[in-house]
């Protein structure tokens, strides 16, 4: 069935420091690719995404890269800061249901001082 | 309204009772969405509305749940006879529909249900 594949569960990394979450779906035709960050307690909020027409998209510290043959997509965090600690959430469109995300299980990024 | 507006906050029932959770989806907004999420787990999907569409119920987990949405807005998830594993966030998300490419949820800060 339609899946999204998510890794790692759990990320620590120094502070200054890059973090890289991957994820894997299983239906190309799948379109579009969004990114959620869930701060403690908070409601899950967008963060980036991107469509299936464009490899890479950049929003200052933050980027997504789609390799479609592949069928992956990453989220890039450069010169991570306290507070990029949350838990972040991947998600892919579901083909043929009508504009619905299958999502990821979510990866916990810790950010050491 | 300016964002997705979800009520109660939090809600503490005894087991066995009967609960509703209200979303106030933002206005304009033909889908929307509910979400269940368990202490540090992910989002499971319970149901989801669009415009007159019949909804898409696949992932109520019993027929204990259920939803409605009156005049394509506000939406009540009703829990029944609840049990404790029901504790959990209940995430409203609701979206613009027609917009071509598919465009992010903006969810609700979540109703917080404790069974006891």
């Known amino acids: 069935g339609e899946n999204v594949e998510q890794h790692p569960s759990t990320l620590s990394v120094q502070e200054g420091d890059s973090a890289v979450i991957k994820c894997t779906y299983s239906?190309?035709?799948?379109?579009?690719f969004p990114w959620y960050k869930q701060e403690l307690g908070k409601r899950p909020q967008l963060i980036i995404d991107?469509?299936?027409n464009v490899g890479e998209k950049k929003d200052q510290r933050i980027a997504v890269t789609l390799n479609k043959t592949a069928k992956h997509f990453s989220l890039h965090i450069t010169e991570t800061q306290p507070e990029d600690s949350a838990v972040y959430f991947c998600?892919?469109?579901?083909?043929?249901?009508?504009?619905?995300?299958?999502w990821g299980a979510g990866t916990k990024l810790i950010i050491k001082p | 309204g300016a964002g997705v507006s979800q009520s109660p906050s939090n809600k503490v029932t005894e087991k066995g009772k009967d609960v509703e959770l209200r979303c106030d989806p933002i206005?304009?907004?033909?889908?929307l969405y509910w979400y269940r999420q368990s202490l540090g787990q992910g989002l499971e999907f319970l149901i989801y509305?669009?415009?007159?569409?019949?909804?898409?119920k696949s992932g109520l987990p019993s027929d204990r749940f259920s939803a409605e949405r009156t005049g394509g807005s506000v939406s009540t998830l009703t829990i029944q006879r609840t049990q404790q594993e029901d504790s959990a966030v209940y995430l409203c998300?609701?979206?613009?529909f027609g917009q071509g490419a598919i465009g992010g949820y903006t969810f609700g800060s979540g109703t917080r249900l404790t069974v006891v």
């Open positions: 998300a609701s979206r613009k």
């Open positions: 206005s304009g907004h033909t889908a």
């Open positions: 509305f669009q415009g007159n569409s019949a909804p898409d």
């Open positions: 239906d190309s035709a799948s379109n579009y």
């Open positions: 991107i469509r299936s």
């Open positions: 998600a892919a469109s579901r083909p043929r249901s009508n504009y619905q995300l299958i």
